[in-house]
Antibody, heavy 118, light 110 residues
């Protein structure tokens, strides 16, 4: 079965960086892209960006360009999201999700809570 | 401020029917598929509808999706207390070159 398993919760100081991993299984990794979606406490869903499992091409939401980098490791079917210069308002649960197409995320990871606080 | 607009909350009695609307524009809903997600507190969103009106396996036919112009609708019939959750619409915005979501709708089954 399709699974996306994310790394554990992180607590970071403002200005630091965080790297979250998403290890996938149950499907051909190179046939699908992966999106990262975040959800601040009590708030809605916000798309961070996308990476191709085929060639590592990326598309980041305008808001995060310059601060986020997404990478893949095809040998382990793992996707990574690196977010830099963290601010308190980056505190959120970050989800990875498989993209069925540009409009649909069809399988989701369990989420990783990133807390930014001094 | 979300690109897609949903009502913050809807409510109905058990056994009744409810619809949740999602309003957008020609750059998103008007020219792209729509998806819908159900989210319970503390859990990841779960896809309910994809490609505007298709249900993943395991999703009961009480859930349906449709679209007209720049608005989409999620319908839920035979409401159950277990349907109480937050519901989000999502699509692609061709002008932003970004995936976008609605602000979410909290469903209360009275």
């Amino acid at each position: 079965q399709v699974q996306l398993v994310q790394s554990g919760a992180e607590v970071k100081n403002p200005g630091a960086s965080v790297k979250v991993s998403c290890t996938t299984s149950g499907y051909t990794f190179t046939s699908y892209g992966t999106s990262w979606v975040r959800q601040a406490p009590g708030q809605g869903l916000e798309w961070v960006g996308w990476i191709s499992g085929y060639n590592g091409n990326t598309n980041y939401a305008q808001k995060f360009r310059g601060r986020v980098t997404m990478t893949i490791d095809t040998s382990t079917s793992t996707v990574y999201m690196d977010l830099r210069t963290l601010r308190p308002d980056d505190t959120a649960v970050y989800y990875c999700a498989r993209d069925r197409n540009s409009a649909t995320r069809d399988y989701w990871g369990q989420g990783t809570l990133v807390t930014v606080s001094s | 401020q979300s690109v897609l607009t949903q009502p913050p909350s809807v409510s109905a009695a058990p056994g009744q029917e409810v619809t949740i609307t999602c309003s957008g524009s020609n750059s998103n809903i008007g020219n792209n598929y729509v998806s819908w997600y159900q989210q319970f507190p503390g859990t990841a969103p779960k896809p309910l509808i994809y490609d505007t009106n298709k249900r993943p396996s395991g999703i009961p036919d009480r859930f349906s999706g449709s679209k007209s112009g720049t608005s989409a609708t999620l319908g839920i019939t035979g409401l159950q207390t277990g349907d109480e959750a937050d519901y989000y619409c999502g699509t692609w915005d061709s002008s932003l070159s970004a995936a976008v979501f609605g602000g979410g709708t909290k469903l209360t089954v009275l």
